[in-house]
């Protein structure tokens, strides 16, 4: 059973930064893309950032130039970079890992989360 644990979460004031980890149980040449979603109370999971094996990534709008996805294949970890954060950043961040089980049927693989908070 993959196993994806994450790190890094905490309370941090609005401007600083956190960095997130989750590190896989099996080689992250396995899964074709990790990416992390956060979830903020009484919304839906939303995506953050996601990164492939080729190291292509992408960013929710929402995000874009302050976060960083990025990947250490020798660690099976990849890390989300937060910088200049915001109360409306305040979510529990998860770990996701996509595998390409058969023509377009992925099997995704989560983390259990951790919470991050943002205050002003």
């Known amino acids: 059973q993959v196993q994806l644990v994450e790190s890094g979460g905490g309370s941090v004031q609005a401007g600083g930064s956190l960095r997130l980890s989750c590190t896989a149980s099996?080689?992250?040449?396995?899964?074709?893309?990790m990416s992390w979603y956060r979830q903020a109370p009484g919304k839906q999971r939303e995506l953050v950032a996601g990164?492939?094996?080729?190291?292509?990534?992408n960013y929710a709008d929402s995000v874009k130039g302050r976060f960083t996805i990025s990947r250490d294949n020798a660690k099976n970890t990849v890390y989300l970079q937060m910088n200049n954060l915001k109360p409306e950043d305040t979510a529990v961040y998860y770990c996701?890992?996509?595998?390409?089980?058969?023509?377009?049927?992925?099997?995704?693989?989560w983390g259990q989360g951790t919470q991050v908070t943002v205050s002003s």
């Open positions: 996701n890992a996509k595998r390409l089980v058969i023509a377009n049927i992925f099997t995704d693989y």
């Open positions: 990164i492939d094996t080729r190291g292509t990534s």
């Open positions: 099996e080689s992250s040449f396995s899964f074709n893309a």
